[in-house]
């Protein structure tokens, strides 16, 4: 720390010096202007809230939020990973029809909003899946039902479960297209020979991608899908749009109860920081030691 | 060599890379155990043309039946005709994320759907046959280039394949590895398998060939036996390299 503060030169201390007064400045506006209350004691009530009727803790909106985003992040990575391998290895079919139309979906994916790229899939495909299946009658049956713990663990609320099933999809469909593109990237790392080595004794297309490329392009791109699946976490947040219950949208439902627009917003703003720098320095702690092994 | 069955036979095949002519006007005939050995400059087509005999590249005109099997591109049988040819690479091409026993066995295993142990037994067999028993556990990043093209060659061999096509392959590799090969390839003679050699080594092919090919800018220039090829060769081309190739 002290060789850190050696190394500072004067015109290090002039940018910390207009950054405090950048903070200070909006912490005066907020404080002084705008005659904001700050109530952050109230806060770890609705991470872990306590239920004086039953007399036992219970997960508060952000927590639930929290959770909520976990198991959608989960499932739609896993989701996500099978669509991008399709993805991936269909942009490297010899069939120009194939590789043309990933490649569309991804040109869609690239230079359409997210947002607009959200509600298209919402409506259009999710909503229609769910309707298809009749999702909503089984959840509804499952939530009446006493014993759902098991399904209340993996699922959250019961009630709310086509609902989370849409944010699944819609973020693992939004997702896959770049996970697509870095097993696209993987693949065509591979040398050309191993393809016809695979090809040579007698291999089949798949058999060679089974047992030969795909294995060696994932050794590849771990690190690459690691970030991903971080980017997805942090993308999970517009998903809240579609109204799943995850952090970013029960962040607004408590801003909305109890007006602690800043407390709120800068607790789920931590949420969310620990949990991805959190991965991205374990993710960068197990690079480290496979590069070792 | 007793009946002159052809098992390879190549009629009038053209191959283009985009415009570029690779192979002009190919006529070349493999009888079963035969041992050709095709020479000729870098660039000349050699590689192509046995790459086309398993459809690794495909020719864009004429006729190539190998096994009884006619080639070409959309074939339903080429999977099938592929377990009959094995090939040896240049750059070895081990699958690097396998054991030596592991690139042994998937072949066999995955394509012709034998047991493992029966697999594993005929992988140590020839693991054995070239002479490295002991790597069987290894990765191929951790043996030398010669240990590396011994596996690959185990590799062709566990498929039990009736034709086996070498492009170069000891011209990756140090000079003090190239012999453990060769001797590897020599011992591969007398088991009748028929064999389509790409290779510099006149040695080898003087030990070995039964027919001698000459190639030169997409065309066939000579096909002798080596007795003639060496000695007294028709073409002028195929003198000149000779004399550069031996002078060294
Ligand atoms: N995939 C390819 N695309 C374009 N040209 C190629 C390709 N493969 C080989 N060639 C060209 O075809 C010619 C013959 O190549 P090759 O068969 O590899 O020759 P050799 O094995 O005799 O050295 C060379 O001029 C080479 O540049
Ligand atoms: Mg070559």
């Known amino acids: 720390m002290s060789n850190f503060i050696q190394r500072l030169r004067w015109a290090d201390y002039l940018i910390l010096a207009v950054i405090v007064v950048f903070f200070g400045y909006i912490w005066i506006t907020i404080d002084g202007t705008l005659n904001y209350k700050w109530r952050w004691h109230l806060i770890p009530n609705y991470i872990i809230g306590w239920h004086s009727g039953r007399e036992e803790y219970f997960a508060n909106l952000l927590l ?16 996500a990973l099978a669509l991008g391998i399709i993805l991936g290895v269909a942009r490297c079919s010899a069939n120009l029809t194939i590789r043309m139309l990933a490649r569309t979906y991804l040109e869609f994916l690239r230079n359409i909003p997210p947002v607009v790229v959200v509600f298209i899939f919402f409506f259009f495909l999710s909503q ?26 993996f699922f959250g609320e019961m009630r709310r479960f086509p609902s989370l099933i849409s944010g699944v999809i819609v973020l693992a469909l939004f997702e896959s297209a770049f996970v697509g593109e870095i097993v696209r ?28 490329i ?10 690459p899908m ?57 993710f960068a702690r197990l690079e480290k030691g496979a590069e070792k092994a | 060599m007793s009946a002159r069955t052809p098992i390879i036979e190549a009629t009038n095949l053209d191959k ?38 398993n459809g690794l590249e495909w020719h864009n005109s004429g006729k190539l039946v190998v096994d009884g099997v006619e080639v070409y591109q959309g074939s339903k049988d080429i999977l099938k005709l592929r377990q009959e040819v094995g090939m040896v690479f240049q750059q070895f091409n081990l699958f690097p994320h396998l054991t030596v026993l592991e690139n042994l066995t998937i072949g066999p295993m995955k394509v012709r759907k034998i047991g493992q142990a029966e697999a594993v037994k ?59 090969v060769l001797d590897v390839m020599v011992e591969l003679v007398d088991t009748g398998m028929t064999m389509v050699v790409v290779t510099h080594e006149m040695g080898f092919a003087r030990k070995v060939a039964d027919t001698m090919v000459f190639m030169e800018e997409g065309h066939i220039i000579e096909v002798s036996p080596p007795e003639q090829f060496f000695t007294n060769p028709s073409s002028e081309r195929c003198r000149l390299f000779l004399d550069q190739i031996l002078a060294h």
């Open chain 1, 64 to 79: 639930q939020g929290l959770g909520a985003t976990f198991r959608i992040s989960i499932y739609a990575s896993v989701l």
């Open chain 1, 128 to 153: 229609q899946l769910i309707d298809a299946l009749n999702l909503e009658r089984w959840s509804r049956g499952i939530a009446r039902q006493e014993d759902n713990g098991i399904w209340e663990f």
């Open chain 1, 185 to 212: 990237a993987g693949i065509q790392s591979i040398p050309k020979g191993q393809g016809e080595a695979a090809r040579s004794i007698g291999m089949s297309r798949f058999q060679e991608l089974r047992y030969i």
């Open chain 2, 122 to 180: 005929t992988a140590r067999q020839y693991l054995d046959r070239v002479h490295i028993p002991e790597q069987a556990d290894k990765y191929p990043a951790q043996l030398s280039g010669g240990q590396q093209q011994r596996v690959a060659i185990a590799r062709s061999l566990c498929m039990e394949s009736r034709i086996m096509l070498f492009d170069e392959p000891t011209s990756a590799l140090d000079p003090e590895m190239i012999n453990e």
């Open chain 2, 16 to 53: 283009f890379y985009g415009p570029f002519h690779a192979l002009k006007n190919i006529d070349i005939t493999v009888h079963q155990g035969e041992k050709m050995v095709i020479c000729g400059p870098s660039g000349s087509g050699k590689s192509t043309l046995i790459r086309c005999f």
């Open chain 1, 214 to 223: 795909l294995p060696q392009a994932f050794k590849k791109v771990l690190p």
């Open chain 1, 226 to 282: 690691a970030n991903q699946f971080i980017t997805l976490i942090k993308d999970s947040a517009i998903i809240s749009l579609i109204s799943v219950q995850e952090l970013t949208f029960k962040t607004v439902e408590l801003v909305a109860s109890s007006r602690m627009i800043f407390e709120a917003w800068i607790t789920t703003a931590a949420f969310y920081f620990i949990v991805c720098f959190g991965l991205s320095r374990i």
